[in-house]
């Protein structure tokens, strides 16, 4: 019952402007006063009340006057009646307004990314982030969290998930992965390509094996007094090669990307970023996601066995349970020795990368090697590559350089080159290589858990694991989505336009007929009165009873020719003139004798609308 009572309040039916609700109510209310005038005009009819019937085309004072001269009687019940009901009808659209709820529907159109364009803001940042300030991840908003400050405010829209990211060109495998220094993601026959720099990954003295064609693996104790280094540096970062010796990082920029920071040491947090390589005309397109989580137990107290378990349970891509605990062991074995342990794997797939490490390092002071605190950090990347495509033009460089450099772009637009670090070079052929833009970057903080505790379950918290992993999908669209229209096809990216129309609810449109059917029943109900007195003006009755022309008096209706009715001012007294001389007077002798228009002798005459008539000729 009440999703009925909902669906009939609600407002469903578009009406496409205001302009046509008002028009319908204003309609509803001039036929429930219609209503009141023909069901008033009725009761005076069988009241054989007259006046009381003239008294509705007066105003308020006289009506005032009226009744109070008549006291309670029938006919100033009548008037009086009238003088609340209308008013009050006229009123009744405004409860018909009131009753909106909301008053409104939201339409979509679908259109392409470029058709809004002018709606995006001036420069929209490139950065968003997701934090969970209020303990409750549920309530976050996935959508508005990544496009909120994409277009200008006011601006109601959408970016469904509907983008296709596995859109990417790859070639056959370059060089073979023991050569490569980490899986890549080959892109074209000179050794341009995307991976991990295993060399930005693994402690120098860790031997990195060779598993398959796919697959590498290391696992390693480093002494302590190296563990600082390898925590402050940025693991799993992103590494172009642009030809076989041409190579460079995409490393976040510290003056405003917070990853900069966040993204190196402890805590526990979470990224995403779309960035695209260009070279000549060939644009592709990669999505990356980061995720790391921190246990860190202060000196003496170690960081307990089973909170090291629990860790790896949850953040190692083991193959088996048997690999998850043998894993366990090794660093339970170098904590228990006071050494540190850095272990690890890479995967490569079709068009992705995979890294998944794992780390106990025993911080020292630098001074006298004494142990400040032990930290445990399990880490997670995946490279994907989501679109390639070819632009119409080739890119170009931002200003001249003599060196081998490359433009940095972030959110599509070019900030600067790498000329200002390049290698000095005499190599003829130094030259521009191509094109790095971070499109878009989403930081995921204050979610996955708090990196500085003892306790694996509050360093990765489960609710949050659960909520990233069930989001992840819908937040690769979306952030995908900001990334074409920052800085790349935006024509190919669909964008749901809303707006809202006015709307009538079927309440409101019950509401609207119900007068109208009375309306029809009350012109019904009067025309009971044959005659007409009580469904015409004053003026049709006087016209009709004063024989003002040929029209008959049994039966009064519409005046098709009305006559001219003029103020006439003789012997001081205001008289009605009508056509051919006459007035409109009084016929009987009393207090007041009307002076005649016409005659000016002492014959006894009365006055129609003919003029003045000599009282012999009087009809009987």
């Not at 030809?243 to 979470?270: C, F, M």
């Not at 044959?530 to 009755?541: D, L, P, Q, V």
Request: proline content about 6%; charged content about 20%; some cysteine.
């Amino acid at each position: 019952m009440p999703l009925v009572t909902s669906f009939f309040t609600v407002s469903v039916l578009p009406v496409r402007t205001n302009v046509v609700k008002n028009i319908v109510f204003r309609a509803s209310a001039f036929c429930l006063q219609l209503t009141i005038y023909n069901l008033c005009s009725y009761c005076a009819f069988k009241s054989k009340a007259y006046t009381s019937f003239l008294m509705f085309a007066e105003d308020y004072m006289q009506r005032f006057f009226f009744v109070s001269s008549r006291g309670w009687s029938r006919s100033a019940l009548i008037v009086l009646g009238f003088a609340i009901l209308s008013p009050l009808a006229g009123l009744y659209d405004t409860l018909l307004w009131s009753l909106d709820s909301p008053g409104y529907v939201t339409r979509s159109s679908r259109v392409n990314g470029s058709a809004v364009e002018g709606q995006l803001l001036t420069a929209p940042p490139y950065i968003v982030s997701i934090a969970d300030s209020v303990g409750d991840v549920g309530s976050i908003d996935v959508d508005v969290a990544i496009t909120g400050t994409l277009f200008k405010p006011g601006f109601n829209f959408t970016l469904p998930p509907t983008n296709d990211l596995s859109r990417g060109d790859i070639v056959p495998e370059w060089a073979p992965l023991a050569v490569a220094k980490g899986p890549r993601i080959w892109l074209d026959d000179e050794g341009f390509s995307v991976g991990i720099d295993s060399a930005a990954l693994i402690d120098p003295r860790c031997v990195l094996r060779t598993i398959d064609g796919r697959n590498q693996a290391w696992g390693c104790h480093i002494a302590n007094n190296m563990s600082f280094g390898l925590l402050e540096q940025g693991f799993s970062v992103p590494s172009v090669w642009w030809s076989v010796g041409q190579t460079e990082y995409i490393r976040p920029l510290r003056k405003d990307n917070p990853w900069h920071s966040l993204g190196t040491g402890g805590e526990t947090a979470a990224m995403k970023q779309v960035f695209t390589v260009t070279k000549d005309r060939r644009r592709h397109t990669f999505l990356e996601t980061v995720l790391k989580a921190s246990v860190v137990a202060m000196f003496p107290a170690p960081i307990g066995d089973a909170e090291i378990l629990d860790m790896v349970r949850r953040t190692f891509l083991g193959d088996t349970a048997d690999d998850t605990q043998k894993l366990a062991d090794v660093i339970i074995t170098a904590q228990a020795n006071h050494s540190s342990f850095s272990g690890g794997l890479l995967f490569r797939g079709d068009s992705s990368l995979t890294t998944t490490s794992i780390e106990l390092l025993n911080i020292t002071n630098s001074y006298d090697q004494s142990p400040i605190y032990s930290i445990l950090r399990a880490t997670y990347t995946n490279i994907t590559l989501i679109r390639s495509e070819t632009l119409p033009k080739p890119v170009t460089p931002l200003s001249p350089c003599p060196f081998y450099f490359s433009n940095l772009a972030t959110g599509g637009r070019v900030r600067s080159t790498t000329c200002n670090r390049a290698i000095p070079t005499q190599d003829p052929g130094a030259r521009f290589l191509g094109q790095i833009d971070t499109s878009a970057v989403l930081i995921l903080n204050d979610i996955l858990g708090e990196g500085n505790t003892a306790k694996a379950a509050t360093a990765l918290n489960e609710t949050g694991l659960v909520w990233f992993r069930d989001h992840m999908e819908h937040m690769d669209q979306v952030l995908a989505s900001r990334a074409f229209i920052l800085g790349g096809d935006r024509g190919s990216v669909p964008v749901i336009v809303k707006h809202t129309e006015p709307a009538l609810s079927y309440l409101q449109l019950l509401l609207s007929l119900i007068p109208a059917l009375f309306a029809l029943i009350s012109i019904l109900l009067v025309r009971r009165d044959k005659r007409g007195y009580f469904r015409s003006s004053f003026f049709a009755a006087v016209h009709a009873t004063t024989h003002l022309d040929e029209s008959r008096c049994d039966k009064v209706g519409y005046c098709r020719v009305p006559p001219e009715i003029q103020l006439d001012i003789v012997d001081g007294h205001v008289l009605l003139g009508t056509p051919n001389g006459g007035t409109l007077g009084n016929v009987v002798r009393g207090c007041v004798e009307l002076p005649s228009l016409t005659k000016k002798d002492d014959t006894p005459s009365y006055q129609n609308s003919h003029g003045t008539v000599p009282m012999e000729e009087r009809p009987q």
